[in-house]
């Protein structure tokens, strides 16, 4: 069974830190391009960040960058977010989903891990 | 930017449904005559799922009354008999300019 598993979410103080992780099994995890996206409470998707097979390189939507890391280690089938220096624009769910290959879409997703950033 | 209409709709069942999907800029190419459309559903409570992609290609296990349509801008999903588990939000994407991903702001349909 494909499955991909996020945590790592929590509460956290605005300008805080927190890293998510996504363990994936059920499938070839280093064929697949990985991505972030989130959803705030009560509103639509947004893609977040992505990284491609081998982990060289690396994107993020204006909204994050310069503040959220994303990386991948295929030994461990697992995709990380590092959040810094985060806001309470950045409280939602954020999902980790695979880049089907060779097509660009989302056909990978997990049930996602909640961020709650107080002030 | 991806315009989406309407942001809600009630249809009865076994009715049909037509969402809307407006592009500001075209995600078709000449070099390969694909449109770079894809539709999720997020039923509540649920992480999205995969629909349908080249703008009309179903998801293996999608059931065949979902159907995609469109090209360049306009793009429309139809749900050609609406059943009680359709009961969702659906959003359209476009990844004609990856690596960058844009979803349209949802359509939330639900049972009249």
Same mark, same amino acid.
């Given at each position: 069974e494909v499955q991909l598993v996020e945590s790592g979410g929590g509460l956290v103080h605005r300008g805080g830190s927190l890293r998510l992780s996504c363990a994936a099994s059920g =499938? %070839? =995890?280093?064929t697949y391009g990985m991505s972030w996206v989130r959803q705030a409470p009560g509103k639509g998707l947004e893609w977040v960040s992505a990284i491609n097979t081998i982990g060289v390189n690396t994107h993020y939507a204006d909204s994050v960058r310069g503040r959220f890391t994303i990386s991948r280690d295929n030994s461990r089938d697992t995709v990380f977010l590092q959040l810094n220096n985060?806001?309470?624009?950045? %409280?939602a769910i954020y999902y980790c989903t695979g880049l089907f290959p060779g097509l660009g879409v989302f056909d990978l997703w997990g049930q996602g891990t909640m961020v709650v950033v107080s002030s | 930017v991806l315009t989406q209409s309407p942001n809600s709709l009630a249809v009865s069942l076994g009715e049909r449904a037509t969402i809307n999907c407006k592009s /500001?800029? /075209?995600?078709?190419?000449?070099?390969? #005559?694909? #449109?770079y459309l894809a539709w999720y559903q997020q039923r509540p409570g649920q992480p999205p799922k995969l629909l349908i992609?080249?703008? /009309?290609v179903r998801e /293996?296990?999608?059931?065949?009354r979902f159907i995609g349509s469109g090209s360049g801008t306009d793009f429309t999903l139809t749900i050609s008999s609406l059943q009680p588990e359709d009961v969702a939000v659906y959003y359209c994407q476009q990844y004609s300019n990856p690596p960058t991903w844009t979803f349209g702001q949802g359509t939330k349909v639900e049972v009249k």
């Open positions: =499938f %070839t =995890f280093s985060l806001g309470a624009e950045d %409280t | /500001s800029l /075209s995600i078709s190419y000449n070099s390969d #005559n694909k #449109n992609y080249w703008a /009309s /293996s296990g999608v059931p065949d």
